[in-house]
Structures are given as C-alpha cells and as structure tokens.
C-alpha cells in the first residue's frame, strides 16, 4: 500500500522559511515524479512545484520560482519543499503527489496518490 505522509506546515509570518517533507512508502520512488500541489479554501488544488523522476528536473510555477526549491532524495524515499520569503498568499493546504511517470503533470487529476496535507499559514 502506497502512503505519502507530508510534515513541516505551520503557521508563521511574512518572509519567514518553511521546509515541508513528504516521505514516501509501499512504492519504489526514483523513476516516478513528484509534486507539490497547494489549495486554499474555495479553491482547487494546483501545481506549486514538481519533480521529474530519473533526471530530477524541476518545474515552479511563476509566483514561486526563486522562492521556492523542490528536492528530493531517492535514498530516503522523500521529497521536499524549500519555502523562503513566505508571503501571506501562499496560505494553503500543502499536498504532494506521485505520479507512475518520469514526467511531471501540472493537473492534479494525473497523480496517482496523495498524501494528507500538511497547513501552512502565513501572517502579514
């Protein structure tokens, strides 16, 4: 059985680091892709940053990049997220996903497992 379990979400304020993980089970890890997908109340889940399997190529949305580092250790079986200079519009439910391809999708509806979500809030 597949688990992703994500941690490190928390509340802080405006232009403080956060580093979320996402360690992954029951699957083997490196050829497949990862993401990290937010979604605030209201909203649908989408893309912040993704991972390719294999070549560990990287994709950031606009608002993220130089911001925001996606990492992943195919030894430890986890993925991480980097979050510096929060702002208070990155306030959301942080998920990560897997996706049984090398190729990162920017759809949530193309990841096969999620995990539960870990909350960031971010005060101004």
């Known amino acids: 059985q597949v688990q992703l379990v994500e941690s490190g979400g928390e509340p802080v304020q405006a232009g403080d680091s956060l580093r979320l993980s996402c360690s992954v089970s029951?699957?083997?890890?490196?050829?497949?892709?990862m993401a990290w997908f937010r979604q605030a109340p209201g909203q649908e889940r989408s893309i912040v940053a993704g991972?390719?399997?294999?070549?560990?190529?990287?994709y950031y949305i606009d608002s993220v990049k130089g911001r925001f580092t996606i990492s992943r250790d195919n030894a430890k079986i986890a993925v991480y997220l980097q979050m510096n200079t929060l702002k208070s519009e990155d306030t959301a439910t942080y998920y990560c996903g897997l996706r049984e391809s090398r190729f990162v999708s920017t759809a949530a509806s193309a990841y096969d497992y999620w995990g539960q979500g870990t909350q960031v809030t971010v005060s101004s």
């Open positions: 029951g699957r083997s890890f490196s050829d497949y892709s």
């Open positions: 991972i390719s399997g294999t070549t560990g190529t990287t």
